[in-house]
């Protein structure tokens, strides 16, 4: 069973995906994608660093995209 944390990681990831946020032209404000995924900023912002470290996503600014590392797995999970 997949705890919470692991939830709201996979939420961040599939909301991105969805918009598909995969490069600096399509990236989403963090304001925004907590709105979309019902989180805090802050808390957003702390699961994004998290999967920055990973090599999940990009930052710029206040904005995030995903890596083609995240696109891969990613596609992986619905295939």
Known sequence: MESGYESKIRSI???LHSLAAIDRERAVK?????????M????????VDRL????YVNTIN?????????????SSIYC
């Open 13 to 15: 990831m599939q909301v």
């Open 30 to 38: 963090l304001e925004d994608l907590a709105r979309l995924v019902g």
């Open 40 to 47: 805090r900023v802050e808390e957003v912002r702390s699961i």
């Open 52 to 55: 920055k470290i990973l090599g």
């Open 62 to 74: 206040d904005s995030v995209h995903l890596t083609s590392t995240a696109i891969i797995k990613l």
